[in-house]
């Protein structure tokens, strides 16, 4: 059996991963997305409350914005006290909706780096209409840019050619890793997930820390553990590439890395980021780093991105085998 092991900081997009590898080798169901349904209605009212709030808390001189329009107000005023868990029906939907798309609230959207907000909230309140609806019925795209925060340890067996994989989710926030040790034994390889596009955002359990840097020192952790030494392969996703080609042409990388001199542009980020988590290995010799770029939210890409890392782990099995040199 062929163990892969996902790990990375809360966020980095390991679950979407894990759904994906789900839905391509496994069962998806109608079962498995309805389960999404009310963790979808939680993420939008959630969302939606933080915005109204950081549009009212923010320094306007620091981070100007309109003054919210009277429609706005008032949808703002009557959910700051509902639940997250309240169920979304068309009436609560159409008022998401007023604050949504008022002038002030699409103002402090762009400055939501400062603040904790889920990447999705875009997409949700463009299918606000279905996803308020009475009979409402998730679809796969839905649930894949839903967020539950992982607690403890997931494992998904599948079989691919005749081969046979586990694959391991685990939480990635700060109090989750200490159950991460317990997963270390026999893995075949490490699939270590870092969001791109969280260059200039802090720890949701950290106010003061960088998600990068956080990320990056991780890695430099997991790749020099002795659990994965010699015989374990590495592999690097740098993720959330689609919101890394928006971000980087409204905020510079300097903001990560004050004494970056170069091109604020996709290319130049991913080569920069690269270099920096590959400069955590210690030993370059014996342990490899195999990076690719990832879009978790794209089927069809990281279906390939997947059957590249099947090859290497295939080839990694053979040679621990001792079946080829």
């Not at 209605?41 to 969302?47: D, G, K, S, T, V």
């Not at 894949?144 to 939480?171: A, H, P, Y």
């Not at 989750?176 to 893995?187: G, L, N, P, S, T």
């Not at 270590?192 to 020192?217: M, P």
Request: overall charge neutral; proline content about 3%; aromatic content about 10%.
């Amino acid at each position: 059996v062929l163990k892969l092991l996902l790990l990375g900081a809360g966020e980095s997009g390991k679950s979407t991963l894990f759904k994906q590898m789900k839905k391509l080798y496994g069962v998806f169901d109608e079962t498995e997305q309805m389960i999404h349904k009310d963790g979808i209605q939680r993420n939008i009212i959630h969302a939606c409350k933080a915005l109204y709030y950081q549009a009212h808390k923010l320094d306007p001189q620091r981070f100007p914005r309109p003054p919210m329009g009277e429609a706005a107000k008032a949808a703002g005023e009557s959910i700051k006290t509902i639940f997250d868990g309240t169920p979304l029906t068309p009436a609560l939907g159409e008022k998401l909706l007023k604050i949504w798309e008022d002038k002030a609230i699409q103002q402090t959207y762009e400055y939501s780096s400062e603040f904790q907000l889920i990447d999705s909230i875009d997409y949700f309140m463009e299918n606000i209409s279905r996803i308020s609806e009475e009979k409402y019925q998730p679809n796969y795209q839905d649930c894949l840019r839903c967020r539950i925060r992982t607690s403890g340890v997931i494992e998904f067996n599948f079989k691919v050619e005749s081969n046979d994989f586990t694959i391991i989710d685990v939480g990635g926030q700060r109090s989750e890793r200490k159950k991460w040790i317990h997963c270390f034994e026999d893995v075949t390889a490490v699939i270590f997930v870092a969001a791109t596009s969280e260059y200039d955002q802090v720890l949701f359990e950290d106010s003061k820390t960088n998600r990068l840097h956080e990320a990056i020192g991780l890695f430099s952790q997991i790749v020099n553990h002795t659990a994965f030494k010699d015989k374990t392969s590495m592999i690097l996703f740098l993720n959330k590439s689609d919101l890394l080609q928006k971000k980087i042409k409204k905020r510079s990388l300097k903001l990560c890395f004050p004494e970056y001199d170069g091109e604020d542009t996709f290319e130049a980020a991913v080569n920069l980021f690269k270099d920096v988590f590959t400069d955590q290995v210690k030993n370059p010799l014996t342990q490899k780093v195999y990076t690719h770029v990832t879009c978790a939210t794209d089927t069809e890409q990281i279906g390939k991105v997947f059957a590249a890392v099947k090859d290497i782990l295939l080839q990694q099995s053979l040679l621990t085998s001792g079946l080829i040199e």
